[in-house]
DNA sequence: TGAAATATGTCAATGAAACTGACGTAATTG
DNA sequence: CAATTACGTCAGTTTCATTGACATATTTCA
């Protein structure tokens, strides 16, 4: 087995070669240098599910993050908001004006301080913040339910990429250290 | 324990209470709504250690993740960057004209297609690409090693959190369907 | 060999999503 | 009543992506 004896030696986790939904693990690939690109495929997949739906609102993630926090967490005021995102009032703006005028987000003002505005979702928001939250629920749990995405953080990153997309990555990562087999 | 009772019922994993590095777990945590959260405050903290880095160079996201890749898959075509990165090859060449003018990647011309161009980092792109990959091990690393990382993919997500703002999170994310304690 | 496909590069315009800096207003605090 | 806080906004800039069109070199295939 010429590429186990390839790789690094620093392997925290000592876990076994499992297979995730069809698509090899292929060895232990538990070096957190895998977890960085596992990280960046995962979440890459993740996001691409909520932006075809926003797409055709003519929206964009910066709409679905506003639209999430105040769906999930009902009279947010504009100051947690900005913690949350960790964007400037300018940014915020832009995207939580649109929402607000095509009717998805509503302000209150503050009952103990009237200067704040406590954010609320209509009806319509609700709506379209489920439809959003579906598509990411339902590949958090299909992940879940892979037989070894509880087993490590590795198996579990690698179960949330798009299953057609699995076979490309852990081929891609099998390469690594290899002069370009370009 | 009127919290617990207001949660949804769909639990897919039997985890118990546990706490990560002196944050609480604030009981279990484990629909896939919360993962959803967890995931976006993950990852903004897991870029966030490499942003900092890079400012410095007047390089962004974009060129981190050429010169990630580059670094990690040496020979890697134009065409398999693409692939990976599911960006134009008009904003591949922005940010990968950047890297190779001020020296961090090189090209040269396929031996077997000499239509190819296969990249390579120079030195001083392999020790920036160590650098950031080392601050993000750092992170991962710290993140595994907490006893409970291992047991749920939310416990390894909320130990990729920045320690500081564990508790923060875990707030916010008790106040979930409470009307808006803002 | 010669036409078609492939790999890459580039010009131009556009849009999305962030930024800085400055300023204004309303409400609360002390 | 002065200072602070919460929010809104105007103006300009930057980063990172897009679409569309077109050029060039190389390889493939009929």
Redo the contacts between chains.
């Keep these: 087995m010429p590429r186990s004896a390839a790789r690094p030696a620093a392997c ?2 000592p876990i076994a070669d499992i297979r995730v939904d069809g698509a090899a693990a292929d060895g232990p690939t538990c070096s ?2 895998d ?3 596992l ?2 495929f995962a ?2 997949d ?1 996001v691409g599910d909520p932006d075809r739906i926003l797409a055709e609102y003519g929206f964009g993630r910066a709409h679905h ?1 506003v639209l ?1 926090f105040v769906d ?6 504009i100051a ?1 908001l900005l ?2 995102l ?1 964007i400037t009032k300018q940014s915020l703006n832009r995207v939580l004006k649109d929402l607000i005028e095509q009717g998805y987000i509503a302000q209150k003002t ?1 009952t103990s301080d009237r200067r ?1 505005r ?1 954010l ?1 979702c209509t009806q319509t928001g609700a709506a379209l913040a489920g439809d959003l ?1 579906r598509v ?2 339902r590949r ?2 299909r ?3 892979a037989p070894a ?2 087993a ?2 590795e198996n ?1 990153l690698l179960a949330m990429i798009e299953p057609d997309e699995r076979a ?1 990555v852990s081929r ?1 990562m099998a ?2 250290g290899q ?4």
């Design positions: 925290p986790l957190s240098d977890l960085i690109e990280l960046f979440y890459r993740f993050r999430h999930r967490y009902p009279g947010l005021t947690e913690d949350i960790r503050g704040q406590l609320y939250t990411q629920t958090l749990t992940a879940l339910a995405a509880a490590s953080p579990f490309a891609l390469r690594r002069q370009g087999t370009a």
